[in-house]
């Protein structure tokens, strides 16, 4: 089942939309004071710094597919269009997950 999704997503995508749903997780830790050694590093300072690149990442793949499926066959614009869902639904996931962090950084 899981080898069937990734061949209908892709290896990419999937490997995107795993990083994603994990970044989502890990928004639920952050928050800690900053710590600059240790593992407490992850979730204080690498974490908050990729999210918002693999958000626009996220973003700009939804956009591309949703271009793709315009002039695919019926098939192929199934397959599309199944991607943009998930990927939109994985990206409000992300926004709602990680915006009251980003507005607690401005307070």
Do not use: C
Not at 80 to 105: D, G, N, Q, R
């Amino acid at each position: 089942m899981i080898q069937s999704f990734f061949n209908r997503i892709g290896p990419l995508r999937g490997i995107l939309l795993f990083s994603v749903a994990l970044f989502v997780v890990l928004s639920q830790i952050t928050g800690d004071p900053i710590s600059y050694s240790g593992w407490q590093i992850l979730p204080t300072l690498i974490v908050p710094a990729i999210a918002p690149i693999l958000f626009f990442v996220l973003g700009f793949d939804l956009m591309m597919s949703s271009i793709l499926a315009a002039d695919r066959t019926d098939d192929e614009k199934a397959r599309f269009h199944f991607i943009v869902k998930l990927e939109a639904i994985l990206l409000l996931t992300m926004l709602l997950s990680w915006l009251p962090y980003f507005l607690s950084i401005g307070s």
